[in-house]
RNA sequence: GCCGGAGUGGCGGAAUUGGUAGACGCGCACGACUCAAAAUCGUGUCUCGCAAGGGGUGAGGGUUCGAUUCCCUCCUCCGGCACCA
């Protein structure tokens, strides 16, 4: 008996795919195509994650499998390589990022190479390649010449640790989403893309995706819509007008004050007339330093201060009111101001009985308790002409009444695109004193990276390339006179906002991407990710397609069309894995222990391909023990024996089925319950063999690639056909039908497919464990399920 | 607080539209092989009961001939958003 020996056989055939290229993507464009997409790793020195594997075995089963039916598959690899974490490790081991990248990029792929995935490494793709990141530079041009790349001075979130500037997006709660550093505020010069221009798209489009549920309320929650109106509540004395925003106009009546967000511009308009002015600035400049930390520390309590001298008229009923500034109002959201109505706003509330403002009720609904803030709908009371109506029908009329707007708000807000580190795409603009921002002629890209000789950011607002005087200094391409590059450089979601289309193109040098091909190949069917991406990356790159849409550079409206998240992979001990806790488990080992294959069948074993499942080294052996018995078998295969049409096809449709699912774990139980079978046999058809090798190799491919060999053919098993079930057979073959006796199980019998139901019923009625439950009964009711059971209801 | 997802043996997990709960694997027990062990193979493995039979899918109610699946109330865990007007 031969010995498994999964290094060698291993690499013999990973070496034969590499010589005869059978991964490759065919150029045909006659046959259905099938884009299958891994988000791309980011290639840090840590090298690869044991979460890494399992999406890429998933997507390459998945691949393989639809190669098998005749698809022409796009399953392509690349590279995220730009973004903090390789300029740290760049800056902390003292060589350039592009060194690092280029060392751990090689590393990734040895070790990817070693799991013996089909991707096709002609399209590789590496977003620090300036041929790459000029399209990026390319796509940022059109965003400006759109209008929708903005410079801005306003206040954006500053990570004093990374020492950049970061969107919302990069945070978690108040911190640095990177390093946990607690977020400040600071005003600079940035870069913004107006991404809430797309809001409503991004929202709407949602609808459109068969993603999981999960995935597409986050993104709802991130864009955040809310309905309202907005009013104008004029300054008593002045040209000043506050405008409010909110979603309650049937409450306007009950406004007794106005709240101002600490920065917000009317307050320097309004100087002259508020007397209490050392008092407001102050608080002012409180606000701006400590909201950030208050709020993490998680106290509600109200603060603020009543600007003395000013008075605001509510536009429905005349009335004069207080106005305060208060950092419970946001700046970033609405119109940075509202109407307060303290009866049914649970912050208005607590606002008004720590500073003493009337509480007016004007909403009377059911369910509302005494000491209880009633914030839902109901009955208007205390409202003038609007009294007796209701809150949906009030909104419309006391909108109008007051001269009031219809708005949507979004949450979402506009996307700081501008990193004041070295190690990104530069943006490419010119600065220009007689022509303002001038953007670099699209025959000049790409604006290369130059070398620094320091890559530590500066922490000035500047990045270093600030401090490479012959990059910066440059001609302006307006006037011909002198300009200044931009020195900020691009966040590093930039170039994963558009990788998928460049792998439908990898080379192209004059275009971003053949028409031709982008119609063959977008959209992405099948796209296989970690969750942490739901409100990040997949937003961004949603945008930037739709973006690319509109300017006619992609035909489709949403880029991913079937979404796969990762679950995690959890350590033994059914914690995180983390360093911390010592129970990393390194995919190197893993492959060296068992060989490839095993460590394959086992990633795609362990559970549902989306839940968080713990490792264990038992159970993974458990899998190489089920590729031992497959070898096994492979020797006991014999030209007489006789094969069995019902369990191959039976196992065929399954498999099948699963794999386009998803469900890679049922459909290797079902290839589990074969190999069950056939080792009951002292000999196996060839026929049946062959079945089961052709079913396996998506997830085994070296082990049968080598059966498959020595059963006698020439060519890869990956080049064969994937096998079809015989229906015939499936509808010949006999069924179990369960008795019950009301409800309970009481027996079983088989039959053939298709018998009536009248037959059915008799011989249901003579299975031997039924008899007695029927004896001295009358049968009240037969229930008859075609093809699963029968139940007697009987008193 | 709002929203989304999930609770099934000792463990990972299976169960078409409501139709034999616990497939498959791990572990464990016993047996075979062995001087012995490992490996391998065989048998068993939700629970109470000698059995017939009963109970059982987080808890409690409901609908139904029949509920892990549908409805109501509640508990727990995971994830997202959160002073968003």
Redesign the pocket.
């Known amino acids: 008996m031969r010995t498994y020996d999964h290094g060698a056989l291993e690499k013999k055939w990973q070496e034969r795919w590499h010589r005869d290229a059978i991964y490759k993507t065919p150029d045909d464009t006659e046959r259905e195509k099938c884009y299958i997409l891994d988000m791309f790793p980011y290639p840090s020195g840590e090298g690869l994650h044991i979460g890494h594997p399992k999406g890429y075995v998933a997507t390459d089963v998945y691949a393989r499998n639809r190669r098998m039916n005749g698809k022409n598959v796009l399953h392509p690899m690349g590279w995220d390589a730009f973004g903090l974490p390789a300029e740290n490790y760049a800056i902390k081991n003292k060589m350039h990022p592009q060194v690092a990248v280029r060392k751990n990029i090689k590393r990734f792929k040895e070790q990817l190479a070693r799991i013996g995935f089909d991707h096709d490494w002609e399209r590789e793709v590496d977003t620090t390649d300036p041929e790459y990141y000029r399209w990026t530079q390319w796509i940022f041009l059109q965003l400006y010449k759109k209008g929708l790349a903005y410079e801005s001075h306003e206040p954006i979130n500053w990570c004093p640790s990374c020492l950049t500037g970061l969107a919302?997006e990069d945070?978690?709660?108040n911190t640095c989403e990177r390093c946990g550093t607690l977020i400040e505020k600071k005003p600079m010069r940035q870069w913004v893309l107006r991404i809430t221009e797309y809001a409503d798209r991004l929202l709407a489009d949602l609808e459109t995706l068969p993603w999981?549920?999960?995935v597409k309320?986050?993104q709802?929650?991130?864009i955040?819509r809310?309905e309202?109106a907005e009013f104008d509540f004029p300054i008593t004395g002045t040209d000043e007008v506050i405008r409010?925003?909110?979603?309650?106009p049937d409450t306007l009546f009950g406004a007794t004050y106005v709240?101002l967000?600490p920065e917000h511009p009317s307050v320097d308009r309004l100087r002259t007339a508020i007397q209490n002015l050392a008092e407001v600035e102050r608080y002012r400049t409180e606000a701006a330093q400590k909201?950030e930390i208050?709020?993490t520390a998680g106290?509600?309590?109200?603060?603020g201060v009543l600007l003395e001298g000013v008075q605001a008229t509510n536009p429905a009923n005349g009335e004069s009111l207080p106005v305060f500034i208060?950092?419970?109002?946001?700046?970033?959201?609405?119109?940075?101001?509202?109407?307060?109505?303290p009866a049914h706003?649970?912050?208005?509330n607590?606002?008004a009985k720590a500073f003493g403002v009337p509480i007016r009720t004007v909403i009377q609904g059911e369910g509302a308790e005494e000491d209880m803030v009633y914030t839902g709908a109901g009955t208007l009371v205390n409202s003038g002409p609007f009294d007796g109506m209701q809150s949906e029908e009030a909104k419309a009329a006391i909108t109008k009444h007051a001269h009031g707007t219809q708005v949507v708000?979004y949450?979402l807000q506009d996307w700081v695109f501008s990193r004041q580190r070295y190690w990104g795409e530069p943006i490419p603009l010119i600065h220009c004193e007689t022509c303002g921002v001038v953007p670099v002629p699209e025959a000049d890209l790409p604006v290369r990276l130059p070398d620094v000789e320091s890559y530590e950011p500066t922490g000035t607002g500047e990045s270093p390339l600030a401090g490479i005087d012959e990059w910066v200094n440059t001609t302006c391409p307006g006037c011909g006179g002198k300009g200044m590059r931009e020195t900020n450089t691009m966040p590093q979601w930039a170039g994963s906002s558009w990788y998928y289309v460049r792998y439908m193109d990898p080379k192209n040098d004059t275009a971003l991407v053949d028409p031709k091909k982008e119609k063959y190949w977008s959209p992405v069917d099948i796209y296989v990710g970690g969750?942490?991406h739901?409100?990040r990356h997949l937003i961004y790159a949603r945008f930037w397609h739709k973006f690319l849409y509109d300017i006619g550079v992609v035909y489709t409206m949403e880029p991913f069309t079937k979404l796969y998240t990762v679950?995690l992979v959890l350590a033994e001990d059914g914690r995180k894995m983390s360093k911390r806790w010592g129970n990393v488990i390194n995919p190197d080992d893993m492959v060296d222990k068992v060989g490839a294959d095993a460590f394959r069948v086992y990633m795609m074993?362990?559970?549902?391909f989306e839940?968080?499942?713990?490792w264990?080294i038992?159970?993974m052996?458990?899998?190489r023990?089920?590729l031992?018995?497959v070898y096994?078998l492979s020797e006991r295969v014999a030209a007489d024996a006789e094969s069995d049409a019902l369990l191959r096809s039976r196992t065929i449709r399954k498999v099948g089925d699963?794999i386009l699912a998803f469900?890679f774990?049922?459909a290797?139980?079902a290839l589990?319950?074969m190999?069950?079978e056939l080792?009951?046999r002292a000999s196996v058809a060839r026929e049946d063999m062959e079945t089961l090798l052709l079913l396996l190799a998506p997830f085994a491919p070296h082990l049968t690639d080598e059966l498959w060999e020595s059963l006698g053919h020439k060519e890869s098993i990956h080049c064969a056909a994937w096998p079809a079930y015989d229906t015939t057979v499936l509808e010949q073959a006999e069924i179990?039908i369960?008795v019950?006796v009301?409800?309970?199980?009481?027996g079983?019998f088989t039959t053939a497919q298709g018998v009536l139901k009248e037959e059915l019923i008799s011989l249901a009625k003579e299975v031997p464990?039924v008899i007695?439950?029927l004896q001295g009964k009358t049968v009240r009711?037969e229930?008859v399920?075609p093809?699963?059971?029968i139940?007697f209801?009987v008193s």
């Open positions: 919302n945070l978690e709660g999981q549920e999960s309320e986050m709802r929650n991130w955040g809310s309202g409010v925003f909110t979603t309650r709240v967000a909201t208050e709020r106290t509600k309590e109200k603060t208060a950092d419970y109002v946001l700046s970033t959201y609405g119109t940075g101001a509202i109407m307060a109505v706003d649970e912050r208005d607590a606002f708000r949450r969750m942490e739901a409100t679950g074993f362990m559970g549902p839940q968080a499942t713990a264990s038992d159970h052996a458990g899998a023990r089920f031992e018995r096994g699963d469900n774990n049922t290797i139980s589990m319950i190999v069950n080792e009951k179990t369960v019950q009301n409800g309970k199980t009481r079983s464990s007695p439950h009711r229930v399920v093809g699963r059971l139940n209801v």
